[in-house]
């Protein structure tokens, strides 16, 4: 449509317009850093970067880089043999490991089973029982978890559907009838967007199917209705004319990466939302502007020619008397992580505002401990946003743990300081530090935002990003995925990229301007406390082409090869056994051809690249069984007709890998 000539970024799926304008680094503090260890980037595009920048600028940190000394390092060695890097539309795997796709898109799972057509002619009810699109975020969970087992046969497969290809999805893609959409055309856009809980089982053969009929099979859509938690629960700027009192909505959207709760639950990350509403007011509140919200939505539900209420609400103009007459609070009920439990299916959704409201890429807890906070840490993925971390009021004990942990806490950002050490800023009203600097960012400028103070928590809350703003956070990379290696505790995030830093924008933890291809740093904590409010951090590898160094005091620790060249890594996961496991979703001409998957020994930082994705994909979700002889990998947004030659329609699908020997993957 025209309207969508106006920008055309918002047909490219992963456009995020750059909203943080703030400088919360200034360059001259970077030069004036005192250094207690160097990690730069050298070699390849990293020399010319770091002659540029006068190699003043580092990273440091953590005592854990001195592997030697670790008893867990053959625990975590990494056996295979790499596979090169490919163009070809097909998976590939290491020599002795084999792989098949599972639950593509479309595949019934509830309901009826309607069967997927080929032809696109599926309608939205038939969508709202099969498998949705554009699989991202994956978790298994053991069907016998909640009476303590662990099967590695068995189990609730969890997954998110972050966005659609309109194209693919309907028989003629998208369509208009007098500016206006077909309402059923929505419903399955609707649709195909969300979460898919699928109960599946290995026959005696090895073979994974679904578990047909089985209660646990669900479908969750940017339609299901959903319950707010925590403080911005009951909020006046949740009002809508769907929840009079601020307290419920519809649907998650945008669902990227995911993190499983200490108590078998899921929670699921809800990333560009701010791409489906349409507010055509003369000028928008913060809470819409600080992410982007534009005059136009992605996909036009708001222009449903049935003009039903469940699509109207995409249009958050202010349209009628009050609150309570229209849908200009709707993007106010999007941005959190909602919580799903799998093994009750009756259950509704939460969205866990305690979290903080941004663009959450997903979310990793620290190993839960009896008796103490639950602790968990979420990225923000835009250009220039930040990393947080909650930690609960009230204590974790295993027997009474579950969602009402994560509505009563504390929700910090982080600020990495350029002596390689970090400190966790409280965003509490509450804290005296940060009611302070709020205090005095009243009646200033913060980025956009003329600054006239915050009501109360749930405003905070509401506007995350502006509060972190005034924190005083450190901006990031693109913070995507997060994990926290079970041996050592320490946290790993993956910073994808971010093209647009300039040389005046780098700091010690994003120290490349035009950063291109990504980096992933981590963190220990004060103490290995996962609860502490200091760390101390580090840089794990520099992404880029053969010859990017990792270069820690003058030493070069990594140096990339054909094994192992990569691009703007974005899942990340450590697996049972504390490998890490890193995902691109980046450039894929060469040198890096299609994207990847890659394992890594974090005590050695050996890293191999496992997995091959087809043309056009981003590889993103991984998880294993708990004896790690399954895992489950998911490939998103392929081009052509992958996975099936025969099929005009690429469909997005998870792997399953398995080794021939029946092994553990990766040893
Ligand atoms: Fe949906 Fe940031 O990747
Ligand atoms: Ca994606
Ligand atoms: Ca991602
Ligand atoms: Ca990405």
New binding site residues.
């Given amino acids: 449509m025209a309207k969508h000539d106006l920008d055309p970024n918002y047909l490219d799926p ?1 456009y995020e317009p750059v909203v943080n304008h703030t400088e919360n680094t200034p360059f001259h503090q970077v030069l004036a850093a005192r250094m207690q260890r160097r990690t730069l980037m050298k070699g390849s595009v990293g020399a010319a970067l770091a002659s540029v920048m006068g190699l003043g600028l580092a990273g440091c940190g953590s005592d854990s880089d001195d592997s030697t000394t670790s008893s867990n390092v053959s625990s975590t060695d990494i056996g295979f043999k790499a596979v090169p890097t490919s163009t070809a539309n097909e998976v590939v795997v290491p020599e002795g490991y084999s792989s098949e796709t599972f639950l593509p898109w479309g595949t019934p799972i509830t309901g009826s089973y309607p069967e997927y057509k080929p032809d696109g002619t599926n309608t939205g009810a038939e969508q709202e029982q099969q498998v949705g699109m554009h699989h ?1 975020g994956v978790h298994f969970f053991p069907i016998d978890l909640k009476a303590g087992g662990n099967s590695s046969t068995e189990g609730l497969l969890v997954m998110n559907h ?1 966005y659609i290809a309109q194209g693919a999805l309907h028989a003629n893609g998208a369509t208009y009838v007098n500016d206006m959409r077909p309402a059923d055309e929505v419903r399955k856009e609707i649709a195909a967007h969300g979460v898919s809980v699928v109960h599946i089982k290995q026959d005696a053969n090895g073979k994974w199917d679904i578990v047909f009929g089985s209660p646990f099979n669900r479908r969750i859509t940017g339609n299901t209705e959903m319950d707010i938690r925590g403080p911005v629960r009951g909020y006046s700027k949740l009002i809508t004319k769907y929840s009079p009192d601020a307290t419920e909505t519809r649907g998650t959207l ?1 669902n ?2 995911m993190g499983p709760t200490p108590w078998g639950t899921y929670l699921a990350a809800e ?2 939302w701010h791409g489906y509403f349409a507010n055509g007011d003369a000028t928008q509140p913060r809470e819409q502007s600080r992410h982007g919200v534009g005059s136009s939505s992605r996909y036009d539900w708001e222009l449903a020619d049935s003009a039903e209420d469940q699509y109207v609400r995409f249009n958050v103009s202010t349209i009628g008397a009050t609150a309570a007459d229209d849908y200009r609070n709707e993007a106010n009920t999007y941005g959190y992580m909602v919580e799903i439990d799998p093994f009750t299916p009756e259950n509704k959704p939460q969205k866990r505002t305690a979290l903080g409201r941004f ?1 959450h ?1 997903g979310v990793i807890f620290a190993p839960a401990r009896e008796g103490e906070p639950v602790v968990c840490y979420s990225g923000d ?1 835009s250009r220039f946003e930040y990393i947080y971390k909650f930690v609960s009021s009230k204590p974790y004990y295993a027997a009474t743990a579950g969602g009402y942990l994560l509505d009563e806490g504390t929700l910090y950002v982080a600020r990495f300081n350029d002596d390689g050490s970090g400190d966790w800023l409280s965003l509490d009203l509450d804290d005296a530090d940060f009611a302070a600097k709020v205090a005095a960012a009243e009646g200033t400028q913060v980025g956009d935002v003329q600054f006239d103070g915050f009501e109360n928590q749930a405003d905070v809350l509401l506007n995350t990003r502006l509060a972190a703003d005034i924190a005083g956070a450190t901006p990031m990379d ?1 913070p ?1 995925w997060g994990a926290v290696d079970p041996n050592s505790g320490q946290v790993y995030f993956t910073l ?1 990229n971010n093209s647009r830093r300039t040389e005046e924008q780098v700091n010690a933890a994003n120290p490349n301007a035009n950063n291109r291809t990504g980096h992933i740093i981590r963190w220990s904590e004060e103490g290995n406390d996962h609860t502490a409010t200091t760390f101390d951090w580090d840089i794990f590898v520099f992404a880029g082409e053969q010859g990017t160094e990792t270069v820690v005091d003058d030493e070069v620790i990594v140096s990339l090869t054909d094994d192992n060249i990569f691009n703007s890594p ?1 899942g990340l996961w450590f697996d049972y056994n504390g490998r890490l496991w890193i995902q691109t ?1 980046g450039s894929d001409a060469a040198p890096y051809q299609n994207n990847m998957m890659l394992a890594a020994n974090p005590e050695t930082r050996e890293i191999k690249r496992f997995f091959v994705g087809p043309v056009g994909c981003e590889v ?1 979700g991984v998880v294993s069984t708990p004896d790690v002889k399954t895992m489950f990998v998911n490939i998103q947004h392929p081009d052509g007709n992958w996975p099936d030659s025969s099929d005009p329609r690429p469909r997005d699908a998870t792997v399953i890998v398995t080794k021939d020997d029946g092994g553990v993957i990766g040893a």
């Fill in positions: 992963n991202d972050e945008n990227c990466a990333e560009n663009g890429e993925d693109r995507e994808t974005d979703d993103t």
